[in-house]
């Protein structure tokens, strides 16, 4: 009852926070799950797993999940009953993002994704490196800020989170360019 009450607040927010930080739906996008924003990288140097790595300044494009189109209940023609129904949409979504970065539609600036996540194991099986964030006031935050978050955005269609589900930690995930296009190109 809370939540649907609250829900509209948060969905306005999406827009306000999307808008202020430039993050759109990416182009021919076939759910409109993925969204993304272009900025430089402003960590220390990381090692991709196609042998380059990572300089600061390199520009990235930070995917993020429209928790608007989740929330739904029903993407495509898939009902969302757990996040394990959402990942052959990621990996469409994927297909798309790489055919994007393959033809050159995708800023040619962009060296790697980049992401947090709460779902290591999904995003580790759609092929992407992932680091534990460092321990500390911030990923705490984080992964309480991206929990609630879950929690709104959750359908009705869903199922309650098992306990290892939310005893996840955030992580973020990286895929560089040329990974992406050839795990996804085809």
């Given at each position: 009852m809370i939540k649907r009450l609250i829900a509209p607040v948060f969905i306005l927010w999406e827009k306000i926070f999307s808008r202020l930080n430039d993050i759109y739906t990416v182009e021919n996008s076939p759910y409109g799950l993925l969204r993304m924003s272009i900025h430089p990288y402003s960590g220390d140097p990381l090692p991709l797993e196609d042998g380059s790595t990572l300089q600061p300044g390199e520009y990235v494009a930070e995917l993020h999940i429209s928790n608007t189109v989740i929330y739904s209940g029903k993407v495509g023609n898939v009902t969302v009953a757990s996040d394990i129904h959402l990942l052959p949409l990621f990996r469409e979504e994927m297909h798309n993002l790489a055919r994007?970065?393959?033809?050159?539609?995708?800023?040619?600036?962009?060296?790697?994704?980049?992401?947090?996540?709460?779902?290591?194991?999904?995003?580790?099986?759609?092929?992407?490196?992932?680091?534990?964030?460092?321990?500390?006031?911030?990923?705490?935050?984080?992964?309480?800020?991206?929990?609630?978050?879950?929690?709104?955005?959750?359908?009705?269609?869903?199922?309650?989170?098992?306990?290892?589900?939310?005893?996840r930690q955030a992580q973020e995930f990286w895929m560089s360019i040329k990974h992406l296009v050839e795990k996804y190109g085809n």
């Open positions: 994007l970065a393959r033809d050159g539609r995708l800023d040619p600036r962009v060296k790697a994704l980049w992401g947090v996540t709460l779902f290591g194991p999904g995003v580790k099986r759609m092929g992407f490196q992932l680091r534990p964030l460092p321990s500390g006031k911030n990923a705490t935050m984080l992964k309480a800020w991206m929990g609630f978050l879950r929690w709104i955005f959750s359908p009705p269609t869903a199922r309650k989170r098992s306990r290892t589900s939310a005893a």
